[in-house]
């Protein structure tokens, strides 16, 4: 069974710093590439990241270009999305999913629970 687990989330304030973890099991893990998404009340769900475990090839949405940094631990099987210098605009809840390519339009057929991020003024 694809189980992805997201923690980490939280408060923060604006210009601080927040590290996101999703935890990956009952896959392949580099067979999937990972990516981040959000979603706040009322708005679109949108593409933050996406890293290919593989060979570490990653993507951004340009919102959070040069601000926010996806990584993974393959050992771990556990995908991580460094965020700094947030802003309030950011607050969402944060997804993380699996699917074969790095696409923010794929299909994301597995899905996280989501970890609330709130990012204060």
């Known amino acids: 069974e694809v189980q992805l687990v997201e923690s980490g989330g939280g408060l923060v304030q604006a210009g601080g710093s927040l590290r996101l973890s999703c935890a990956a099991s009952?896959?392949?893990?580099?067979?999937?590439?990972i990516g981040w998404f959000r979603q706040a009340p009322g708005k679109e769900r949108e593409g933050v990241s996406c890293?290919?475990?593989?060979?570490?090839?990653?993507y951004y949405g340009d919102s959070v270009e040069g601000r926010f940094t996806v990584s993974s631990d393959n050992a771990e099987n556990t995908v991580y999305l460094q965020m700094n210098s947030p802003m309030p605009e950011e607050t969402a809840v944060y997804y993380c999913?699996?699917?074969?390519?790095?696409?923010?339009?794929?299909?994301?057929?597995?899905w996280g629970q989501g970890t609330q991020v709130t990012v204060s003024s």
């Open positions: 999913a699996a699917d074969p390519f790095c696409t923010f339009g794929g299909s994301w057929k597995s």
């Open positions: 009952g896959f392949p893990f580099e067979a999937y590439a």
């Open positions: 890293i290919s475990p593989s060979d570490g090839s990653t």
